[in-house]
């Protein structure tokens, strides 16, 4: 991650800046963080994150999308880009037309860990998820085979952990079905 210190950026800066390449950045108490681009098993987790959680949806007929790469704005001068969300239809057809940048916290973020964001998605994310009380955030963690399903509580994130042969229990869906292995047995 590359902080460009060139000007300090608004919100709504940050929404239409454009600097004509590909590449995506967070804003982060004015500045702009360059993200490095993911992966392939970050990318890979993520495609069977979403297919399980949109079968899931289906499965409760509940009026939600799991979308890749939001940006959700996290504070005044913050707007963090989140692996995977599951948002509201409603939330995403009333805004077609403008950039996936919600300004209203979505009911699940999952963050996939990679080595230059450990820090960044356990403690400066989780802190800043649980003051817009995004009901339940998703730390999964292929470095630790581990994923940390964090339930937000009166202000606070309640933590379990799930490992191995565990099944990954969430209060957003009841039926949901993950065991750990699975997500990160990459074929």
């Known amino acids: 991650m590359v902080t460009t210190a060139l000007k300090s950026y608004s919100f709504e800066d940050y929404c239409c800046y454009d600097d004509n390449t590909d590449n995506r950045y967070e804003l982060v108490d004015g500045q702009l963080e360059i993200m490095t681009p993911p992966s392939f ?13 949109n079968e899931a949806i289906a499965i409760e007929k ?8 939001m940006g959700v704005r996290t504070g005044w001068r913050k707007s963090r880009i989140v692996d995977l969300v599951v948002v509201s239809r409603s939330q995403v057809l009333e805004s077609l037309e403008r950039s996936a940048i919600s ?31 995004i009901p339940e955030y998703w730390i999964v963690d292929p470095l630790l085979q581990k994923i940390t399903v964090l339930t937000f ?19 957003q869906f009841a039926n949901l079905q993950i065991i750990v292995n699975e997500i990160f047995n990459i074929k």
């Open 62 to 69: 509940r009026p939600l999308f799991c979308l890749p790469e």
């Open 153 to 171: 509580n009166e202000g606070l994130y309640d933590e379990k952990v799930f490992s191995g042969e565990n099944m990954i229990t969430s209060n």
């Open 103 to 133: 300004e209203i916290p979505p009911l699940l973020a999952i963050e996939i860990v990679s080595p230059e964001s450990i820090q960044r998605d356990y403690r400066y994310k989780r802190s800043e998820y649980a003051a817009l009380e």
């Open 41 to 53: 098993r970050h990318l890979l987790i993520a495609d069977k994150l979403r297919a399980i959680l």
